[in-house]
């Protein structure tokens, strides 16, 4: 297993981020993205909302940091840590669209994007950005398809239900032969849909006992990743054997990827506790592969 960071600072869920983070900056994020980078994490993340309606961000959260500029930035201030889209909607672009802008991407990082991508559920967002809503699920599929056919290629060509084209080049396009294509969500809908056109599967919301019990359910493909959430913050300096259980139950739950935000007061601590972590997942035979300095 592996252990991914889920970024602070660019996403402030109500329920799910620290103090420190609403004042914080680019400066504080590049701070830990590159002490991450260092200690050999897997990946960091960035989440999608254009616009969220202050009613529903009160339960949501309303700052969503834009993922193509953040992960961009980012790329240029680290060597060999991925960087993860936690998630991109679907239903909010056209898969040539994200071919391009991803693949630029993956281009200036030297080939370290990993494309999360989810149905998306807020129908506010769909309408003001002029999406439909009801068929977003087969749309998503779709989507899917095409972009598994058009990644990584200068002359894409698809032709399904709601996406056809050919005879179009996209340069530059994604480096690496196969780019990750973690899918989101919740249900068993969405982990067939990650077994059937992704490389991972990337759920949120859900117990260990409820992922576990949903993984038993499916055959999981060779070289597939389970990403999992590794729960409330963890806190390494203060509390070790609860980090450690909470790292354990996922790999028994099968995660090949703890996805973990942590507990912090600012960003030197944040980066103390990247250290601690890295030497208690080491101890429990966690892999980290450390960039080279």
């Not at 602070?8 to 002490?35: K, M, Q």
């Not at 990993?114 to 087969?138: K, M, S």
């Not at 068993?188 to 006992?209: E, I, Q």
Request: charged residues 25%; contains cysteine; negative net charge.
């Amino acid at each position: 297993m592996h252990i991914g960071i889920v970024s602070p600072v660019v996403v402030l869920h109500p329920d799910a981020h620290s103090p420190w983070e609403r004042n914080a900056g680019i400066a504080d994020l590049a701070r830990i993205a590159e002490t991450a980078d260092r200690l050999g994490y897997d990946h960091l993340t960035c989440s999608e909302h254009v616009a969220v309606p202050v009613d529903v961000a009160a339960t949501r959260g309303g700052t969503y940091w834009d993922p193509l500029a953040t992960l961009g930035y980012l790329a240029a201030r680290t060597t060999t840590i991925r960087l993860a889209t936690q998630v991109l909607v679907l239903g909010y672009h056209h898969p040539l669209e994200i071919a391009k802008r991803y693949g630029t991407l993956d281009v200036v990082s030297g080939g370290r994007l990993i494309l999360g991508l989810g149905v998306g559920t807020l129908r506010e967002e769909f309408d003001l950005l002029g999406a439909p809503f009801e068929d977003r699920g087969a749309r998503a599929d779709d989507a899917l398809a095409a972009l598994r056919a058009s990644l990584s290629r200068s002359l894409p060509e698809y032709h399904g239900t709601y996406y056809d084209y050919e005879g179009l080049l996209v340069e530059p396009h994604a480096v690496q032969d196969r780019v990750p294509l973690w899918i989101g969500g919740r249900t068993m809908r969405s982990l067939r849909r990650a077994t059937t056109h992704g490389d991972g599967w990337a759920p949120f919301g859900l117990s260990v006992d409820e992922l576990r019990g949903m993984l038993e359910k499916v055959d999981v493909p060779k070289h597939f990743d389970v990403v999992l959430a590794a729960g409330a913050p963890l806190d390494p300096l203060g509390a070790r054997d609860r980090t450690i259980r909470a790292l354990e139950r996922r790999r028994e739950a099968g995660a090949t990827i703890a996805s973990a935000s942590v507990a912090a007061t600012g960003a030197a601590h944040y980066c103390d506790q990247l250290e601690s972590l890295r030497e208690l997942g080491a101890g429990i035979g966690v892999e980290f592969e450390p960039a080279p300095r």
